[in-house]
C-alpha cells in the first residue's frame, strides 16, 4: 500500500511563494494522476490541481490558474506543488492524492500540511 506524505508548508506572507512536496513510498504500480486538495477550516475540500504521470499534462482549479505550477520527479517518486503570488484565502491544508484510473478517482491521500497566508 503507497503511502503519501506532504512537507512544505508554513506561514508566508500575501504575495509570498512557497513549495510542497509529496513523497510516496511503498509504491508497486506508477498512478495515473497525482492530485493536490485543500481544505480550509469550516470549508468543503476543493480540488487545486493534478498532473498526469505519464505524459505530465496539468489542470488547475481556475482559482489557482496562473500561480500554482504542478510538477513530479519520477526518480523520487515525488509530486510538487509550486505557490507563488499567494493569497490569504489560499490558507488551508494541502493533501496529495493519487488516482490509479483514467477516471480520476482519488484513493489514496496523504495527511495533509498546514499552510498559512499572513494578510
Known amino acids: 500500500q503507497v503511502q503519501l506524505v506532504e512537507s512544505g508548508g508554513g506561514l508566508v506572507e500575501a504575495g509570498g511563494s512557497l513549495r510542497l512536496s509529496c513523497a510516496a513510498s511503498?509504491?508497486?504500480?506508477?498512478?495515473?494522476?497525482m492530485g493536490w486538495f485543500r481544505q480550509a477550516p469550516g470549508k468543503e475540500r476543493e480540488f487545486v490541481g493534478s498532473?498526469?504521470?505519464?505524459?505530465?499534462?496539468?489542470k488547475y482549479a481556475e482559482s489557482v490558474k496562473g500561480r500554482f505550477t504542478i510538477s513530479r520527479d519520477y526518480a523520487k517518486n515525488t509530486v510538487y506543488l509550486q505557490m507563488n503570488s499567494l493569497k490569504p484565502e489560499d490558507t488551508a491544508v494541502y493533501s496529495c492524492?493519487?488516482?490509479?484510473?483514467?477516471?480520476?478517482?482519488?484513493?489514496?491521500w496523504g495527511p495533509g500540511t498546514q499552510v498559512t497566508v499572513s494578510s
Open positions: 511503498g509504491r508497486t504500480f506508477s498512478p495515473f494522476y
Open positions: 492524492a493519487e488516482a490509479l484510473t483514467y477516471v480520476g478517482t482519488y484513493v489514496h
Open positions: 498532473i498526469r504521470w505519464s505524459g505530465g499534462s496539468t
